[in-house]
């Protein structure tokens, strides 16, 4: 099962993208606009659609969250390693990948207080990114940064005996130590996607039956399959 279009939602809006343009919405779990035009549905009609939104309001946030909390697991853990180790450009050089690290990995999985959007993706392909891409991603950091807070010790050893003792006693980890304490979180949210699975695709497969109905009952909807089996 898969999601083929993107999915923003917000308190009041579900917004159905592709290439970032809203090809359709559900305003209030109840109005429905194609391509900016509103709607007329009957009761029954208005029943799907509420149908319809819950069970995306449901489903997209908890998946969404899985993603982006397995991604802050990993860049956490790295940040509090360099917290306060190094000089203030070497400071800035670190935050500035790890910015460019986190926009990389949440491209397809944005939280953002009450907004969540998830871009066209199955199952499948989260379990992929959370098992391969995540960890490859956070491993090649995490080696990186291990080998700066390396340079910065030495840096701070020819600067001053007191320097080097305060850089030291700050909470640098190994690199293998490190990735072991990413990785058991990593294997965790990726468990509890497994343990889900069976629960998501039954939400799915229902999602997709109502999308079925309402697509019977308002045509222009076919254009725009949201749910679909892949």
Known sequence: ???????????DQIRIQ?????????????DLFIRGEWITLNPTEQELVRQYAQGLRKFVPELVSIAVDSVEL??????????????????????ALI?????????RFVRSGDHFYLAPQSLNELDAFLHGELKNQLRDLAKYTVGAVWDALRDALRQSEDNFERTESQNWQPADELLAKINAG?????????????????????????????????????????????
Not at 88 to 95: M, N
Not at 99 to 107: D, H
């Open 99 to 107: 910015r460019e690290t986190t926009y990389q990995l949440t491209s």
């Open 1 to 11: 099962m898969a999601f083929r279009h993107g999915i923003l939602i917000s308190p």
């Open 186 to 230: 990593l294997d965790l949210k990726a468990d509890e996607l497994e343990q889900k699975s069976v629960l998501f695709c039954q939400r799915l497969t229902e999602l997709d039956h109502i999308e079925t109905q309402l697509q019977q009952r308002v045509p222009q909807l076919l254009a725009y399959d949201v749910v679909t089996m892949k």
């Open 74 to 95: 990993g860049l956490t853990a790295i940040e509090n390693m360099l917290a306060g180790i190094g000089s203030s450009s070497q400071q800035q050089e670190w935050q």
């Open 18 to 30: 592709t290439i970032n343009r809203t090809v359709f919405q559900i305003n209030h779990n109840q």
